[in-house]
């Protein structure tokens, strides 16, 4: 593979626009750029995640889950191209049903916390779910994959799964809320 990139800065983005990869120009700030950069900021927070001591098990469904989101970003970045699939859905279920199937059931709500790597998992599904409205905004106004917005549905449930077995594996509890701590 040759070089992507030989120059960083090309100072087409000055004048507030950027290029798709269809080599349309839009907006930096219309909704399909909104909704790449909500993408970029959740791959970031799991890249966050994987800074932490995790389990091999779920280091790899992450790194899985960034390359995921990557190509999300790249499908994304040209209308009409699909790169997230059924299949992506389907094992990000498997995995969900595989680090639930051994934790404890819920019987109150949790607090993001616990490890550092659990708080910053839970940081990660904040930004699918952010990404996730992005993801409706954007198809308010232009088409976008079904699979893409179920993967982002999946994806805030299967990292929710994550902190608690990443609290598990590390001896910590979950943070239970407690109504009126707080009075």
Not at 74 to 88: C, Q, R
Not at 94 to 121: K, V, Y
Not at 134 to 156: D, G, H, I, K, Q
């Amino acid at each position: 593979m040759g070089f992507r990139l030989s120059r960083i800065y090309t100072r087409t983005g000055d004048a507030g626009e950027t290029g798709l990869g269809d080599g349309s120009r839009v907006a930096k700030d219309a909704p399909r750029v909104e909704m790449m950069g909500a993408i970029d900021e959740l791959n970031s927070a799991v890249g966050l995640v994987l800074a932490e001591p995790l389990s091999e098990a779920v280091r790899d469904c992450l790194t899985g889950v960034q390359h995921d989101l990557f190509d999300l970003g790249g499908e994304l970045s040209i209308p009409g191209h699909v790169s997230v699939t059924d299949a992506h859905i389907e094992r990000l279920e498997r995995q969900l049903e595989h680090f639930n199937a051994d934790l404890a059931p819920l019987r109150e709500f949790i607090l993001p916390g616990g490890s550092r790597a659990a708080a910053c998992c839970h940081l990660a599904r904040t930004l699918a779910r952010r990404a996730e409205r992005r993801m409706v905004t954007l198809a308010a106004t232009e088409p976008v994959s079904t699979a893409a917005r179920r993967y982002l549905n999946r994806l805030s449930d299967l990292l929710f799964v994550l902190c608690r077995a990443i609290n598990r594996d590390a001896g910590v509890p979950d943070v239970l809320w407690q109504k009126d701590r707080g009075l």
